[in-house]
């Protein structure tokens, strides 16, 4: 009888711990969200009102473009994530597990951005400027605006440098 007791206070101890540590992780990391590595060189964006430096993730393979900011419920004003096609062609993104509003930069392998266009959270409706695109800055909602980017603009990284040396 002592020895059930025991077994199921240790079985009730050990749920409870382990529900402890489940609800004690960050949302993000119970939702999978993905965090890439902040990429030492800044993102400067070029704008009427002057230079405007953003601290950015890269996502620049298939696996990280396709997770990109899904999950993330939070970011950084100066945050984004740069994402590097290799090849400038038309693109496509929706917000499907995305619970945050975002700006999407749409820019060209020239650096010069092609269109600003509105992520809105959760959203399966198709997000592309229509023309072909090399980059997307994605940001927190806001931010374009508030940094004064607008299409012509000129974004500068060495990500999006290389790929303008390469290509010409």
Known sequence: MIRNTVFAVVAVLVIVAGLAVYLGLPQEAA??????????APLIAETASGEHSFTIEIADDQSERSNGLMFRK???????????????RPVGFWMKNTPMPLDLIF???????????????FSEAQISPGEPTRFVLELKRGM???????????????AIANAAGASG
Request: no cysteine; glycine share 12%.
């Open 144 to 158: 374009a605006e508030k940094a004064g980017i607008k299409g012509g603009d000129v974004l500068r990284h060495p």
């Open 107 to 121: 820019i060209g392998e020239d650096g010069k951005v092609i269109d600003v266009l509105p992520g809105e959270p």
């Open 74 to 88: 939070t970011m950084d004003d100066d945050h984004g994530m740069l994402f590097v096609f290799e090849q400038t």
């Open 31 to 40: 939702d999978q969200a993905m965090r890439l590595p902040v990429d030492p």
